[in-house]
């Protein structure tokens, strides 16, 4: 099914532990970005790429990274996890037409992650 | 920082009933977007209003932009309970495809 496909659904991380949230979409879409959900904070940028080779930072980008390789793939690396990394991480994308938006963007189900 | 801010925070109606929230934003805008969300999942696109538009209408959904006043409206006409979600606005306020979301409103639907 066509769509955004985030791995794992949830994850259990240790203080100073590193991982990397996968994310990949088979739309052909340019923009991907990827938000946390923090209950009472609805949604916040942590980081988003306008094509392959492209990357920016959000709102909130301390202590992750990304890469944009490819169309389909926007992986987010958490370096060194902290409790307050602690949160629900969505995945979207999206294709902007002349610089704008048709349609919404299309999100993942989301990774739960928790540091301890 | 957050743009569009949601009102209210939550809402509880009868099945049947029309929900009404609003969304209120800071600086001007491309479009604005409503958002559902179920519990546990993802968002789910709803509608896309262009900062030139006033009123636009999809299914059982009514949004209406007042780009005077910084504010939008989400209107769902004869609730259902599958309606029980909560709903978010996203302002995308430049041309780098950036979107700012709200806190959003819960909405529960009694049968």
């Known amino acids: 099914n066509a769509g955004v496909t985030q791995t794992p659904k949830f994850q259990v991380l240790k203080t100073g532990q590193s991982m990397t949230l996968q994310c990949a979409q088979d739309m052909n879409h340019e923009y991907m970005s990827w938000y946390r959900q923090d209950p009472g904070m609805g949604l916040r940028l942590i980081h988003y790429s306008v094509g392959a080779g492209i990357t920016d930072q959000g709102e909130v980008p301390n202590g992750y990274n990304v890469s944009r390789s490819t169309t389909e793939d926007f992986p987010l690396r958490l370096l060194s996890a902290a409790p307050s990394q602690t949160s629900v991480y969505f995945c979207?994308?999206?294709?902007?037409?002349?610089?704008?938006?048709?349609?919404?963007?299309?999100f993942g189900s989301g990774t739960r992650l928790t540091v301890v | 920082s957050q743009q569009g801010e949601e009102d209210p925070q939550a809402l509880s109606i009868q099945e049947g009933e029309n929900a009404t929230m609003n969304c209120s934003y800071k600086t001007s805008i491309n479009n604005l977007q409503w958002y559902r969300q179920n519990s546990g999942r993802g968002l789910v696109h709803l509608i896309l209003?262009?900062?030139?538009?006033r009123e636009k209408h999809s299914g059982r959904l009514r949004v209406t932009l007042d780009t005077s006043k910084k504010s939008s409206s989400l209107l769902i006409t004869a609730s259902r309970a599958a309606d029980t979600a909560s709903y978010f606005c996203a302002t995308d306020h430049r041309r780098d495809y950036k979107l700012s979301f709200g806190a959003g409103t819960t909405v529960t639907v009694r049968a």
């Open positions: 979207a994308s999206g294709a902007p037409t002349r610089g704008l938006f048709s349609y919404g963007y299309t």
């Open positions: 209003i262009r900062s030139n538009e």
